[in-house]
Structures are given as C-alpha cells and as structure tokens.
C-alpha cells in the first residue's frame, strides 16, 4: 500500500527527531563551557576489515603516573540498562593495550554515567552531492529541512548498552591526563523503512532512523504540498563510515565529557513520485554528524 509523504524530507525528519534523541524541552540545565572537538574529513575515513587492538603510544612523562589507582565511581542514580561500575585498575595501565571488550565496557559506563543528567547534543545534515536530473526539484526543500531539523536535542545517542566486539571494525583508546579518549568505527548497517533506533552494529554506537511510519502525519501536515509516493518494500538505508571519536572519559568522575558521532547514509527506492514526477532509482545521500557538548 502507498503511503502518501515527503519523501526525502521524512528521511531528515525522521533522522533528527531520532539521532540525538527527544526535542529538547528544558533550559534549566547547567551551560556548557567546553566546545565540542572537531572531526576532520581524513579521521572519519579510517575503516580496517577487521576488529583489531589499538596501538597509541603513550608519551614517556606519563609513565610515572600510569601506575596510580582511580576511584570506582558508581552512578547516583540507577545505571542505565544493567551497565554495571568499571574497574580501570583491573585493567593494563597503557589503554593502548585494553582488548576490544575493555574499551567498550568503559564507553558504556561513561555514556550510562552521562545519559542520567539533562544533556544537551548537538547535530549538523549535509546534502552529500546534488539530485540530478528530475530530483533537482528536491535540492531546495530538502536543504531548508537539513536546516530546520538541525537543532540540538537532550539526550546521548547510540544504543551503547548493547555493543559488543561484533559490531565494530575497529576500536581504540589512550590515555591524556585524566581522560580516556575513546574510537570505535561500527561495521556497515542495511536497514528498511521500519528499523530501530538503537539496533545493528551502526545503532549501537549512533542512532539509525526509526519506523518511519511514526512520522507520516508530521510529514503530510507540513509538506503534503510535495504529494510524494512510494512502497515501503523499496525502501532501502545504508549507514556506512559510521565513527564515534573523540569520546572523553573522565577517570576521577567516570563520566563522558565530549564526543563526536556520525555516519553517511544513502537512501535508495526503487521507484516513488513526487510533485507528480515519476522516479526511478532513486537516491540521495545525507552526512549525519552529531556532538557533545552544545557550544554556548
């Protein structure tokens, strides 16, 4: 059955109103001061086959201080989905040298110890190349969409709880001062036009777009005006060069302080109509970044 919305436009839609997590509805959380770190273009194409171990070295004014012990923080509230308190003196004092599954318990437990404030995080959509040919009517409405969603949102992304070594490529981590610094690059995800948010080996690290049948009368309300058609069977989003980096982990408090996350996806039908034009194989890509915390 053929669903009447804004086809392009919904997948923005759907993927702001689902990536960082609930539209922020509060502004009594304390500012942030820091600003988010930056992702360059090179970083975000490092990808390997396989899960492999890190190999940072650590400088040799740390060596004295590798040996020190920090503090088992617990959460004040309830931990986040089971995740249970890490014990970082249990592991090698080099984080270079934690094995895949270390470093992913302690990027849960900083996330789980975050996710239980108020957070706010940030999210920027790029138009990745032009639509040609009879897609060229969409350039514009789907650039003020990108705009429009664009807007910060309070709650972390990914669904972290559930990552294992499985899904990812690679993943490493160092040590600088006080902090962790955490990379995890998650494998590839295929998915239809009713995924879960926080399911596949991208939506453990970085939210995926949700049903999108949950959008649909947000859509038709306010871009009905595009009239655009198409079968849920043709639906087809790839995420791929999917990365969270930088991911700061305090080692006196246990928390995550900042982090960058992101992905391409590629959204492919078979066939739709919009505006009345018929499309064959049709196809765009949105470049998807996301960051904690929220500039001031």
């Not at 064959?280 to 996301?290: M, P, R």
Request: proline share 5%; with cysteine; hydrophobic share 35%.
């Amino acid at each position: 059955m053929k669903k009447l919305i804004a086809l392009t436009i919904c997948f923005v839609l759907v993927l702001a109103l689902t990536a960082c997590g609930k539209n922020e509805n509060s502004s009594s959380e304390t500012p942030v001061t820091s600003n988010p770190v930056q992702v360059t273009e090179a970083a975000q194409e490092k990808e390997t086959d396989t899960v492999t171990e890190a190999s940072v070295s650590i400088p040799a004014t740390e060596t004295a201080t590798q040996h020190q012990t920090y503090p088992v923080i617990v959460p004040n509230k309830e931990l986040i989905k089971g995740i249970q308190p890490v014990d970082i003196n249990q592991f090698d004092p080099d984080p270079a040298k934690w094995t895949t599954q270390q470093i992913i318990d302690y990027y849960k437990f900083g996330m789980a110890m975050e996710d239980n404030a108020d957070v706010r995080t940030d999210q920027s959509f790029e138009l990745i190349g032009k639509l040609d040919g009879k897609a060229s009517i969409l350039n514009g409405p789907v650039k003020l969409a990108m705009k429009l969603a664009a807007q910060p949102y309070n709650a972390l992304t990914g669904g972290y709880w559930a990552i294992q070594p499985s899904d990812l490529k690679s993943a490493d981590a160092h040590r600088e001062g006080d902090y962790i610094v955490i990379n995890l690059y998650p494998k590839d995800q295929t998915d239809g036009p009713n995924g879960d948010e926080h399911e596949g080996t991208v939506g453990h690290v970085v939210n995926v777009v949700q049903g999108i049948d949950d959008f649909i009368a947000y859509v038709e309300k306010n871009f009905s005006i595009l009239n655009a058609k198409y079968d849920d069977d043709s639906v087809v989003l790839k995420y791929t060069k999917a990365y969270a980096k930088n991911v700061r982990i305090n080692t006196k408090t246990g928390k995550m302080e900042s982090g960058n996350w992101g992905y391409t996806l590629d959204v492919y039908l078979d066939h739709c109509s919009m505006a009345g034009v018929e499309f064959e194989n049709f196809h765009t890509t949105i470049g998807w970044k996301c960051w904690y915390p929220v500039a001031d």
